[in-house]
């Protein structure tokens, strides 16, 4: 299995850009996650769907963030516009169904809004 | 918001020792507990998973306890080498596929 894979890894972009990351979960897993890692936070829960409903999006920060899951396949994570605070690593992972799994994490993409 | 604990904050030992990871929780009512390892510039990649049944997990020189009645784990890494360099996250599992992350401990094996 490829595992999660997420593009771009790497994004630099000028404040006030659009940026969109991408995520392909793992084929068979109905639950996706994405995080944020920071020096200062450590990894926060953005937003994490089951069989591609958002589940819980309490950790979104605010309206210039939003999610889709428009298929099992694929998700997205569109920050606009973007904000310097915005830099940080952006990771996906997904959960296969059932209970007690393990979680598998992508490479991450790495942000830096100047 | 649960609390996950990791401690300490970075270590630094030589080649062969063994030594000790922690992470404390504040919420007991865990559905499981895994330690993952995470390299510079790349993903989490997952070491043990114990379920909240079990009291320890084993794979090669790695075992991972658990004591949910006093919210603590450990990571137990036998004779270190140079390659167990990096760092070091808990994450413990909550029904609802709710996760909740340490901060992490950044190892350090001097050759």
């Known amino acids: 299995d490829a595992g999660v894979i997420q593009s771009p890894r790497h994004e630099v972009t000028e404040m006030g850009q659009e940026v969109t990351l991408r995520c392909k979960p793992i084929?068979?897993?109905?639950?996706l996650f994405w995080y944020r890692q920071t020096m200062m936070r450590g990894l926060e829960l953005l937003i994490y769907?089951?069989?591609?409903?958002?589940?819980?999006d309490s950790g979104m920060p605010e309206d210039r963030f939003s999610a889709k899951m428009p298929n099992a396949s694929f998700s997205t994570l569109k920050i606009q516009p973007s904000e310097p605070r915005d830099s940080a690593v952006y990771f996906c992972a997904s959960l296969p169904q059932g209970f007690g799994n393990t979680i598998y994490f992508g490479e991450g993409s790495w942000l830096t809004v100047v | 918001k649960q609390e996950v604990t990791q401690i300490p904050a970075a270590l630094s030992v030589p080649e062969g020792e063994n030594l000790v990871l922690n992470c404390s929780f504040t919420d007991s009512a865990i559905y499981n507990l895994q330690w993952f390892r995470q390299d510079p510039g790349k993903g989490l990649t997952s070491l043990l998973l114990?379920?909240?049944?079990?009291r320890e997990q084993t794979s090669g020189r790695l075992n991972a306890s658990l004591d949910k009645s006093s919210g603590r784990s450990t990571l137990y890494i036998a004779a270190s080498q140079p390659g167990d360099s990096a760092t070091y996250l808990c994450a413990v599992g909550y029904p609802g596929n709710q996760f909740y992350f340490g901060t992490g401990t950044s190892l350090t094996v001097i050759p």
């Open positions: 084929s068979g897993h109905n639950s």
């Open positions: 114990i379920q909240s049944s079990q």
């Open positions: 769907f089951n069989n591609n409903v958002p589940i819980d």
